[in-house]
């Protein structure tokens, strides 16, 4: 599957689908997401014990379900069984850790863009990416592209499928500076670097753009529209949004 040289980002992403407004990663935050008009979401990846792709931002279960331990301790079929809502609802209900499969064919159904963030389970960095290529190869859609903050995983990822668009996120200036970063990028030929709001400044954007990597900015807490407004008149690309009813 190729995609174009030039992938051009939505300004509005969706964070986690809307994980202010619904359950994180789930399909009722990710539907909610398109019904209020966007056009595109984020979701973090990894896989089971049995090698599915599923959505889950934490590396146990505790946090966002009502079960405990490693994800990768878990089969697909345990974790599809616990509650992923009443942590948000502080209810029970039905609302369940969904595969990527079933995103997939929903995102292709209704023709939105897609944000995959890698986020794997450590020392299984390449079995988890393999196993999403799998997924995404299946559905041969091009309206999709990767990110991580884990540099082994962007790697991997682009040296087994080059034509897929990749960002490299950096939250941790200690470890990759800006310089430093957009090297990174520039030799495995990431597309669009991911930074965070507090490391936000006019010339970290125009370092990046001079070397033709688009900016993304994400934030701990909701991004407001004036604050929006503020990055992309610095020409930042695209901007996570925990809740997007402001904007509207």
């Known amino acids: ?16 689908g809307v994980k202010n407004l619904k359950p ?3 399909l009722e935050s990710i539907t909610k997401a398109f019904d209020l008009g966007l056009e595109c ?7 089971s014990k049995d090698n599915i792709p599923l959505l ?12 405990s331990g490693l994800v990768c301790n878990f089969t697909f079929d345990q974790i599809n069984h616990l509650d992923a809502g009443y942590y948000f609802y502080n209810a029970k209900t039905d609302i369940k850790v969904p595969s990527l499969r079933v995103v997939l064919d929903l995102i292709k159904k209704k023709q939105k863009y897609l944000n995959i963030e890698l986020k794997p389970n450590k020392n299984y960095e390449e079995l988890n990416v393999k196993n999403i290529l799998k997924e995404i190869n299946r559905i041969s859609y091009d309206k999709i592209y990767f990110s991580s ?5 962007c790697i ?12 490299f996120l950096n939250d941790d200036n200690k470890k990759f500076n800006i310089d430093e970063t957009i090297d990174i990028c520039k030799k495995y030929n990431f597309f669009s670097c991911g930074i965070n709001l507090n490391f936000f400044s006019n010339s970290t954007v125009s370092k990046f753009e001079e070397n033709d990597i688009q900016v993304t900015v994400y934030a701990d807490n909701n991004i407001s529209k004036v604050q929006a407004q503020n990055l992309w008149s610095n020409n930042v690309a695209s901007i996570f949004i925990d809740d997007p009813t402001e904007y509207n």
Do not use: W
């Not at 903050?149 to 995983?153: N, Q, R, T």
């Not at 991997?156 to 960002?167: D, H, M, N, S, V």
């Open 1 to 16: 599957m190729r995609l174009s040289s030039k992938f051009i980002l939505p300004k509005l992403i969706g964070h986690r």
């Open 24 to 26: 994180e990663n789930t």
């Open 41 to 47: 979401v984020e979701i973090d990846v990894k896989v």
């Open 56 to 67: 889950l931002h934490d590396d146990t279960l505790d946090r966002t379900t009502n079960g």
């Open 149 to 153: 903050f884990d540099l082994a995983s």
């Open 156 to 167: 991997i990822l682009k040296e087994t499928e080059p034509y897929l668009q990749c960002g």
